[in-house]
């Protein structure tokens, strides 16, 4: 993966979790009758997916190769 089609790819993750975290907001907010609250709310808590998807470590035990003898 190249490092622009990889800086898109984290933009675009971002996005999506961004955006779920305002519908879930505007969802909770129509229960809560708290709008604003609940979209402020939601739009954090997907900023913070975002930021945990695109910042995951990948397990060095996923890549290193087995020595059975």
């Known amino acids: 993966m190249s490092k622009k089609s990889k800086k898109q790819a984290e933009r675009g993750t971002w996005a999506l ?6 519908i879930i907001g505007i969802g909770l907010g129509a229960i809560l009758d708290n709008l604003l609250l609940t979209v402020l709310i939601g739009a954090a808590l997907g900023a913070a997916a975002g930021y945990y998807f ?3 470590r990948k397990s060095k035990a996923l890549h290193k190769p087995s020595k059975k003898h």
Do not use: D
């Open 17 to 22: 979790c961004i955006t779920a975290g305002l």
């Open 54 to 56: 695109t910042h995951q």
